[in-house]
């Protein structure tokens, strides 16, 4: 079933004082350089509405806590098995059975392993708890024109953690940014927009049949939550992740550019992300299927021909990142 931008809402009650509002994060990364301007610390909540074939970040795709195992870690030590009161793990010749039906992720098993071979995926905090997180690394932001952003997953889809989070970080000067897929009530895009410097926006394509295709959603609500950010007058960064055989035709590049030319006023940038074909084990480790396992990067020609298309419309500061091979 298709999930509805209008479903985003916060399951924490109102009664909660700001700072303790609590919610679910797959990762904290200092020292980032690509999640906006300066040094930052993106903090990457769990749970999105889309269902991207390429995602690079499965473990942020359900809202619950998760476990992963780590083949080249595990010393077949079984204290995991011994310590799972659910007897939901099963060690095999091939490697660690995890039944995930049976297993409610207590993390009893992450803590009785020895190797640190599993672990949970996706931490409740506070708003204050990961402020104290971030907070440390203020003196990075000062120094560079960094801060904090928040990312995913989608932060829309925990919409009063993420506002509690931005509001403190408002309150210490930390120049904030959010990272979003744009599928999300307006409601919670709004809440969120008011307490952020700056918008990371991800656009796939402008054609509606291929986005159903390849993300699980309609286009339409993601294109109207653009011009809403862009009439907000918010700098936006709109990023196209650029996919083998999905994403990265010339043709496809032109229309996201046009549209962004067109209607999105606010945008100061546009990048086009290169395919990374690394994260294939984090499917495995959690039982998933990755379709484009075993595709190459592309290379260096094809993303240079893909960001002078974009030049050619008109957008400004069109820039590549990513790796690439040069045949």
Not at 205 to 232: F, K, Y
Not at 254 to 273: M, P
Request: hydrophobic letters at 35%.
């Amino acid at each position: 079933m298709r999930s509805s931008p209008g479903s985003h809402t916060s399951s924490e009650p109102e009664a909660l004082k700001a700072g303790d509002v609590t919610g679910i994060a797959f990762n904290i990364q200092r020292f980032s350089i690509e999640d906006g301007p300066g040094i930052r610390t993106t903090v990457f909540m769990k749970g999105c509405p889309l269902r991207c074939k390429w995602c690079h970040n499965p473990e942020g795709l359900t809202l619950k806590p998760e476990l992963m195992w780590f083949d080249v870690r595990c010393i077949g030590a079984r204290d995991c098995i011994d310590a799972c009161p659910k007897d939901a793990l099963r060690l095999t010749p091939e490697g660690l059975i995890i039944d995930r039906g049976r297993c409610d992720v207590c993390g009893l098993c992450q803590e009785a392993c020895p190797a640190g071979a599993i672990e949970v995926v996706g931490k409740e905090y506070t708003a204050r708890q990961a402020f104290d997180e971030v907070k440390r690394d203020d003196v990075f932001y000062k120094n560079s024109g960094g801060g904090v952003t928040v990312s995913g997953g989608e932060p829309t889809m925990q919409p009063r953690f993420v506002a509690e989070l931005l509001a403190l970080c408002r309150e210490a000067g930390f120049h904030t940014a959010l990272d979003t897929c744009g599928y999300s009530s307006k409601e919670a895009l709004v809440r969120l927009l008011e307490l952020s410097d700056m918008v990371l926006l991800d656009l796939k394509t402008m054609d509606e049949g291929l986005h159903r295709e390849i993300t699980g959603v309609e286009l339409g609500p993601i294109q109207d939550n653009a011009r809403l950010i862009s009439s907000s007058g918010k700098p936006l960064w709109v990023r196209t992740p650029v996919i083998p055989g999905y994403t990265n035709s010339e043709e496809n590049i032109r229309e996201i550019s046009v549209f962004i030319r067109d209607e999105l006023a606010s945008a100061e940038r546009y990048d086009l992300l290169s395919f990374n074909n690394t994260c294939g084990s984090k499917y495995r480790r959690l039982d998933l299927v990755w379709e484009l396992e075993g595709e190459p990067l592309l290379t260096s020609a094809e993303m240079g021909l893909l960001a002078r298309a974009a030049g050619d419309t008109g957008v400004h500061n069109v820039q590549w990142s990513g790796a690439t091979r040069s045949k």
